[in-house]
């Protein structure tokens, strides 16, 4: 060492006391990664049953939806070309931490996550996911994340309400149509119109499935840190209208849909754009 850098070192150990902390720049991601089901696929957004990644809620590019991504552009962050998609429609939580795995194979340092409408919406309620299962398989997958990404950050959305799917279409025969055909959602939106005791019961422990699904979503987040960031459930609360869904289905989200779920869940993470992390100043010895 010569004298100079001797001098340096020993000048530096003097400046920082032990102890002291350092400013880090702003959380700025590079590539953002969408994960979960048809509707970060953005499925039935701009075609007859097919993905529309383009008008994903987080990662689509249309100006239309101005999804996450675009948004994140807007304000200067550099994720320009690095926008992937790998939500699945149908996927459920036992394929999330295939999702996570790739999105690790392709360094993305952000990831959205939206998904368990298709651990609810199941052929009859005994299929449903188990809230305790779900939740076992979202904190493994998160888990893998962490590991394969230790500085990367998580933007969780809460699932929206299904019955909230069945109250603005029950009464449109078109949707009810649709409904049957496809057999959309059985567990929520079979026999529609019916008024029966047995019914109601019925999609109130499906809307109660979901919701216990979201508490679960909250927990794991927050057992995550800070790196993670659920929403509060303000998908869940969103009292979207028939304008919202696609014509082709009258359950997946239409552009417009899209777009309320980017400026809502937008809305709770853009902190992170401002905010700037402390970490420990290394204490160096003279």
């Known amino acids: 060492m010569t004298a100079l850098t001797g001098l340096t070192a020993l000048t530096t150990a003097w400046a920082i006391p032990a102890g002291a902390t350092r400013t880090a720049e702003p959380w700025r991601p590079v590539i953002m990664a969408a994960l979960g089901d048809s509707i970060s696929a953005g499925f039935n957004a701009c075609g007859w ?37 790998l939500a699945v429609p149908g996927s459920t939580s036992a394929d999330l931490a295939g999702q996570v795995t790739r999105a690790v194979g392709r360094r993305a340092d952000y990831v959205t996550v939206l998904i368990g409408a298709q ?79 047995a019914d109601r019961a019925r999609r109130d422990r499906v809307r109660a499935r979901v919701a216990d699904y979201n508490a679960a979503l909250a927990r794991v987040c927050a057992a995550y840190g800070p790196a993670c960031r659920f929403d509060g459930d303000e998908v869940f609360r969103q009292r979207f209208t028939i304008g919202h869904l696609s014509k082709w289905d009258f359950f997946h989200p239409n552009a417009a849909g899209q777009k309320l779920i980017a400026e809502k869940t937008y809305a709770m993470m853009r902190d992170w754009l401002t905010e700037e992390d402390t970490e420990p100043a290394p204490v160096l010895v003279p």
């Open 49 to 85: 049953y097919l993905p529309c990644t383009s008008r994903s809620w987080s990662t689509g590019d249309h100006q239309s939806v101005r999804s996450q991504y675009v948004r994140l552009r807007a304000v200067g962050v550099a994720v320009a070309g690095n926008n992937v998609n």
């Open 119 to 197: 651990d609810a919406c199941v052929s009859e309620e005994r299929l449903m996911t188990p809230v305790a299962v779900y939740e076992r398989r979202v904190a493994e997958a998160l888990a893998l994340f962490r590991a394969g990404r230790p500085g990367g950050r998580v933007f969780v959305a809460s699932i929206p309400d299904v019955k909230r799917l069945w109250q603005i279409g029950r009464k449109n025969p078109v949707a009810r149509g649709f409904w049957a055909v496809g057999r959309i959602c059985p567990t929520m939106l079979a026999r529609p119109t019916s008024t029966s005791a």
